[in-house]
């Protein structure tokens, strides 16, 4: 029969006092950390940033058949903070996979675009991409994100949260 707590040494008592401090701030990390992961589908950017949105969102984009403009974007990122000396090489290696008529993953920009992305190609800077990375970050927080939100992949991150 349990007689209470008075009944314990005082050694047990005070171990149960410092676990039930530890539980209550776990539990309080926890729940920040929730909160946290909850605000990942609040908007693009701060999906783009998170990386279990990122994945959500790439499954939903893969399932659509329209990757291209998140690896554009985040091809675009890693090219921003290449190495000058490394620029040409990315920038060459974006354009014929993205921008380039015949690309196997090309985006869908305007002209106007493609031909200032074109003459920039033999001497491109760290800027060189930003126009059309926003073109397309657009892009996709107008049509693709709104889409994200309604679907099972989103709802299946949510859950994993």
């Known amino acids: 029969m349990c007689k209470g707590l ?14 039930r401090v530890k539980l209550s701030h776990l539990a309080e990390i926890h ?4 909160v946290q992961d909850g605000k990942i589908l609040q908007d693009l950017e701060t999906l783009l940033g998170s990386k279990i949105g990122l994945q959500a969102f790439r499954g939903f984009l893969r399932s659509e058949f329209s990757e291209e403009n998140l690896e554009f974007w985040l091809a675009c990122e ?3 903070v290449s190495p000058s ?14 921008i380039n008529p015949d690309a196997p993953l090309e985006v869908n920009l305007d002209a106007e675009t493609r ?6 190609m033999d001497s491109p800077c ?3 991409f930003n126009l059309a990375q926003q073109r397309i970050y657009s892009l996709m927080a107008k049509d693709s ?4 939100l309604r679907s099972h ?3 299946e991150a949510i859950k994993a949260y």
């Open 115 to 120: 031909e200032a992305l074109l003459s920039m």
């Open 126 to 128: 760290a800027d060189t």
């Open 78 to 80: 890693d090219y921003r």
């Open 85 to 98: 000396n490394m620029q040409k090489t990315k920038a060459s290696s974006i354009y014929n996979q993205f």
């Open 145 to 148: 994100f709104p889409r994200f």
């Open 6 to 19: 008075s009944y314990l040494p005082s050694s047990c008592l005070e171990k149960a006092k410092g676990m």
């Open 153 to 155: 992949h989103c709802a």
């Open 31 to 34: 729940h920040k950390q929730r």
